[in-house]
């Protein structure tokens, strides 16, 4: 097999980790973590089903309204200030920020948790006009370190143990080793506390768009948002344009819905809403602020009448912690910039659905996704969904063909019985090559076992028994 | 400018074919509606006591410290035994009544953000101290805005930062935090504002909970009043 396509290289890599029994039980471990503390979250809730059927319906109502919310959004933000620009693709989103920076000179950015900046390869980009780029969310930085995509949109070094972030400390900053997480921590702090002061341009993501306030929402952790988007003389938002809520009470909501499906906290340590740089009266904060509204694909995705709810999604990461798939296969086997059931949705309408097909039909179909998601997205039936359009679109002629003969045989007892002494007779045939390098059937049984057919079938068996029952009555 | 126009005419086109049926996948009367929604997320609590009683408990969870306080006095004399056990050499803060009567009698020198010093400066300094806007009794949450609170910065860069709050700030949820910041700023809210819920922490190795990531690594909530 060669790993010239997506398809290929998701097999190729699957086989390898799914092989390694001590990393799936790592991530298996850690992911069944994050569900327990889940659980205890939504406990608190006066009905956690009912909140997320208001979670739901406030996303929906922003995405039926897409056109007069983002209007408003834009306005509301640019009467204080902020610069905003419509990108119609990645390519114009990078070429808007990287003229940004160079207006300003910029020789150091730094950058808080983004997904969308991956999305559209924003730091090669910067770094190959001469940029340094640092990545403060120390998740990220520490995979910018090893210079690997995050393995988990929410938790992106998860795929690492305490040995390997020291090691990499080690190896690219020079530092002791360590195996106390605290510790290592505060070698990132330390790092990181010299580069906000050096920056010249802080960039961000945004988790909300709020309509009606013009203002950003940013949910997270470490405090590294905050920093970023407090001091530099410029900030710069990177952000879908399917992030929108209608109201800012909306976020009474939402921000708690994210925190407990994407973390098991009830609320993330900060929850910042910015709506432009520096007002009158302010003591501090950025001159400049850009924020930059990315459409890439996602107006098509909203063209599909039966799968544009995947819009509501907040990128809480929820359907991939709880994912069959995710939690053996790991993250970066995807290829993708968005893993698990959500990144196998979308993907498709992002870069193609021919290219990336394979990630539908890599599913259990058990609905866990469905069921987790805080705004009821219906993923699972999405990915039947990408299913039966990759197969309208380009069906395989020999397995049209076979399952035309399939449907001829099974629905016709006479053929189905003459078929029997054809599948027995082509057994004995087979079974020497079982498993071997001939094997026709190698595809399955490489990891499979076929059992060769029973020497009588169940009705032969069923019927006599009948008839010697029938004898020992008489 | 073009961009615009165009990114909002893909949008209407897109939306111009209706809806599948079920792909809502939400309905019912008043489903949408926030405050009614209220009843299902975490409670805040009824009456005052019930909301201080949840905020200490939620506090306690994120090893925020909280202490109820007398009068303004106390809070000061607080702050000056903090000051002793911590070692404080600089703190910053920024000018308002409650800041002013609560600091008055503290003995190490202030950097005020009114006077907008550089980040360098304000990097130097022990504690940040901060009014707030309000506390929330249902995330056990402060909450901040840059123009009542002495900026962007002055909460999140130094690594202790002491909130200092009164018993009546006290609410129920984030709603009427959200209602609080109409009723106070109108349309024109600040430019930066924040629901600040224990330290800064991170989980991201071995989701191990260490405090201080890059913001402070200690949060203490003093609430004056009986």
């Known amino acids: 097999m060669t790993s010239d396509t997506p398809a290929h290289q998701f097999q190729e890599d699957s086989a390898v980790s799914t092989a390694d029994f001590e990393h799936r039980q790592w991530m298996q471990d850690a992911l069944h973590g994050y569900e327990n503390t889940r659980g205890g979250t939504e406990a608190m809730f006066g009905d956690f089903e009912q909140a997320r059927q208001t979670a739901a319906a406030i996303k929906w109502e922003a995405i039926e309204n897409l ?320 299913r039966r359009n990759a197969v309208q679109e380009k069906g395989g002629k020999m397995e049209r063909w076979m399952f035309g003969q399939f449907a001829k045989v099974m629905t016709h007892p006479k053929r189905y019985r003459g078929s029997e002494g054809l599948m027995r007779f082509g057994a004995k045939l087979w079974l020497p090559f079982k498993g071997r390098k001939l094997d026709p059937l190698k595809a399955w049984t490489a990891s499979r076992d076929l059992p060769a057919p029973a020497p009588k079938s169940f009705m032969k068996q069923w019927q006599a028994q009948e008839r010697e029952q029938e004898e020992g009555k008489s | 400018m073009s961009g615009r126009e165009e990114i909002l005419g893909r949008v209407r086109e897109a939306l111009s074919v209706p809806s599948h049926a079920g792909v809502k996948a939400v309905s019912g009367e008043g489903v949408r509606d926030v405050r009614k929604a209220r009843g299902f997320l975490p409670d805040g609590g009824a009456t005052p006591e019930a909301r201080l009683k949840k905020f200490r408990k939620l506090a306690a969870k994120l090893k925020a410290e909280v202490e109820v306080l007398p009068d303004l006095a106390a809070a000061g004399a607080f702050l000056a035994d903090l000051a002793k056990t911590e070692g404080w050499r600089q703190i910053a803060s920024h000018r308002n009544d409650l800041t002013n009567s609560v600091l008055t009698s ?87 504002v924040s629901f600040i819920t224990g330290a800064s922490r991170t989980g991201d190795i071995e989701r191990i909970l260490v405090l201080g990531a890059h913001g402070p690594k200690r949060l203490t909530i003093l609430i004056v009043g009986n």
């Open chain 1, 67 to 386: 056109d007069t919310l983002l209007g408003e959004f834009a306005d509301k933000l640019e009467a204080r200030g902020t610069r905003v620009f419509w990108a119609g693709n990645g390519k114009e989103a990078v070429d808007y920020i990287l003229g940004v920076c160079k207006e300003h000179g910029a020789k150091n950015i730094i950058k808080s948790k983004c997904m969308t900046t991956e999305e559209i390869h924003l730091n090669p980009a910067l770094e190959a006009a001469g940029m340094q780029v640092v990545e403060s969310d120390l998740g990220e930085y520490i995979v910018q370190l090893r210079e690997e995509p995050p393995f988990h949109f929410v938790f992106p070094a998860m795929h690492l143990k305490r040995d390997r972030i020291s090691q990499i400390f080690e190896e690219k900053l020079g530092t002791e080793p360590s195996s106390d997480p605290e510790e290592l921590t505060m070698i990132a702090r330390r790092v990181m506390r010299q580069k906000y002061c050096e920056a010249d341009i802080g960039i961000s993501g945004a988790n909300f768009a709020v309509a009606d306030s013009g203002m950003i929402s940013i949910t997270e952790n470490e405090g590294n948002a905050r920093l970023t988007t407090s001091l530099p003389k410029v900030h710069i938002a990177v952000l879908g344009i399917e992030k929108v809520v209608p109201k800012l009470e909306d976020l009474s909501v939402m921000l708690q819905m994210l925190g407990t499906a994407g973390t098991g906290q009830w609320l993330t340590a900060y929850n910042s809403m910015i709506g432009g740089p520096r007002q009158p009266g302010e003591v501090d904060g950025p001159e400049e602020f850009h924020v930059v509204l990315l459409d890439n694909h996602r107006t098509k995705l909203l063209a599909d009448p039966e799968q544009r709810d995947a819009l509501r999604c907040i990128r809480c990461g929820a359907c991939l912690n709880v994912c069959p798939i995710f939690k053996n296969i790991g993250g970066h086997n995807y290829g993708t910039t968005y893993q698990g059931p959500i990144g196998s949705v979308i993907t498709p309408h992002l870069r193609g659905l021919q290219s990336y097909k394979h990630l539908s039909f890599s599913s259990s179909l058990c609905g866990a996704c469905s069921e987790t998601c805080p705004v009821k997205i219906d993923l699972h039936h999405h990915l039947m969904r990408n």
């Open chain 2, 106 to 192: 503290l003995k190490v020198p202030i950097l005020w953000t009114d006077d907008e010093p550089g980040t360098a400066d304000l990097e130097q300094v022990e504690a940040g101290v901060t009014s707030c806007e309000a506390l929330i009794a249902q995330t056990g949450s402060v909450f901040v805005t840059g123009k009542g609170c002495g900026g962007r910065a002055l909460s999140v860069l130094p690594p202790h930062h002491v909130v200092i709050a009164t018993l009546d700030q006290l609410l129920p949820d984030m709603l009427a935090a959200f209602d609080l910041l109409r009723e106070r700023y109108g349309d024109n809210p600040p430019s930066f």
